[in-house]
């Protein structure tokens, strides 16, 4: 009896912890085939619809993306997905870094 009520209280206390902590991830994206002004808007809009990412700052110069996102909701293959169907592939340069 005493080993049933012992699982009882480990099985109601797993279900009542509170969900694993989100952390945030930083990465770096190496986006090449920027060649325009408008092309960093671009891929800025379309790293900002992902849900989860908190901020992208992409740059012509570097021809890089630097975004910022929470770990539960997204992750860096999302990422990926939404530049090349931005019309521009990329790939992970740097990261994820926790924050």
Not at 79 to 91: D, H, K, V, W
Request: proline share 7%; aromatic share 2%.
């Amino acid at each position: 009896m005493r080993m049933l009520s012992a699982l009882i209280v480990a099985a109601a206390a797993a279900l009542l912890a509170p969900p694993a902590a989100a952390a945030q991830r930083t990465v770096t994206l190496d986006v090449p085939g920027m060649v325009c002004q408008m092309c960093p808007i671009t891929v800025r809009i379309a790293l900002q619809k992902v849900p989860g990412v908190e901020k992208a700052e992409v740059s012509l110069e570097r021809k890089e993306a630097v975004v910022t996102f929470e770990d539960t909701k997204t992750g860096v293959d999302a990422l990926l997905e939404a530049t090349r169907n931005a019309g521009y592939p990329s790939s992970l340069k740097s990261g994820p870094a926790t924050q």
